[in-house]
């Protein structure tokens, strides 16, 4: 049962899970599935379910729910905030965070961002697809693109902030179990923050700065080990 | 200062260092660098030194040396061993393996890997960017591609190996200061380890199993997130 799907379905015994095109074209087509065939699905809410292939065709079908083989697990209270950048990296700090364990995934406009348009739509599909890749039962919700001025003028209160500061490597505090609580991590843009942004974010109550070590790191590689860092610290590793 | 170039010259003061055809259309034709300019050099053995246009031209220019700007700074003693993926993915672990501060990356042939060859060169290209890229003034070797099975067998006597078992997620010890010295990270092909290699790995003397969460990471995600616990308990973090 290595063929794991996302389906916005409710699972549960004795459910039945129609297909549409695509998922039929994938599990049929591409990963030729016949009827009988078992394989593992998701929604985000149910856990996990064994199911099997009750119907197969070209422009659907279906699968009975057999038996739940996972709980839903909830990922820590971590949101990832990031600029988006290049199309191939931005579709991959989607993925990684998705991996890593992020609840929620952020795409702001930054002083120093190009780009004005994101494709939401796009970017939930590769968190799905890493959900379904990674073994998790939970899949992350990409925000639209906002504008990183608003999100903070309307941070929630009870919300601490781990900030990886460029212009700052080696500086940077420890986390400790102290701080334990709902997070976000704010990854920058390639060619850094602003100077009014780096001011604003220091200056912010519940803004921590962590540093990364001694070498720059691109924006995708800085996304995958602040949140190696917080999931050490803080998270469910 | 901002445009930073790997040479394999010798720099120091007074020196003059040549540039050959690619190095001219990337400082002239791409980035527009004119007599008079000022970047930054290193070569992976001098530090990084400010250096100024003296000749530029479509098949070459030459640059004098001024200053030493950052003494040279080595990695830790650290290996990163993984076994070659798809095309893309293996460039980005070696990008983000020499931004991570690994001093020699190892492409490993493994019981479930696909690939017979790598372009080293190719590669080892990938590496120097990343270098110009991070601030580093290290460059990383990429190896020639090699069996692991011959990489165990001739496994230098006192260097210990962090490898990260998606079999046992959530198992793993903690790295401590204790463990200093020479490391390797191995990180396993898409498919994971064979039984004879994981029970091989998990029998040898100098082999540390850790874990990386209870999701199973790609193979990128895993060098990303192995590098920076390393780096956090025994590196220059």
Redo the contacts between chains.
């Keep these: 049962m290595k063929i794991r799907l996302y389906v916005d379905h409710p699972l549960g015994q004795g459910q039945t899970i129609p297909l549409d095109r695509d998922q039929a074209h994938y599990l049929f087509g591409v990963m030729r599935q016949q009827i009988g065939a078992q394989i593992a699905l998701f929604n985000g809410r149910d856990g996990e379910w064994r199911a099997e292939v009750t119907e197969a065709g070209k422009r659907g079908g279906a699968l009975a729910c057999l038996e739940q083989t996972k709980p839903l697990?909830m990922p820590p209270d971590l949101w990832l905030i990031f600029a988006p950048i290049k199309k191939?990296r931005t579709d991959?700090i989607v993925?990684?965070a998705a991996?890593?364990?992020a609840a929620r995934i952020i795409p702001v406009q930054t002083d120093f961002t190009n780009s004005e348009r994101i494709r939401q739509d796009r970017l939930q599909a590769h968190a799905v697809e890493a959900a379904e890749?990674?073994?998790?039962t939970f899949v992350p919700e990409v925000t639209d693109l906002q504008k990183l001025d608003r999100l903070l003028t309307d941070w929630p209160q009870d919300r601490q902030l781990m900030f990886c500061d460029e212009a700052e490597v080696g500086a940077g505090k420890v986390l400790g179990e102290a701080d334990s609580g709902p997070w976000a991590i704010l990854i920058g843009p390639e060619g850094g923050f602003s100077e009014a942004e780096r001011k604003r974010l220091h200056d912010l109550p519940f803004a921590h700065v962590v540093?990364?070590?001694?070498?720059?790191?691109?924006a995708d590689?800085a996304a995958?080990?602040a949140?190696?860092?917080w999931?050490?610290a803080l998270?469910?590793?």
């Design positions: 697990q191939a991959f993925e990684k991996e890593m364990g890749q990674c073994g998790g540093s990364l070590g001694p070498r720059i790191l691109r590689t995958v080990a949140m190696t860092v999931q050490q998270g469910d590793w």
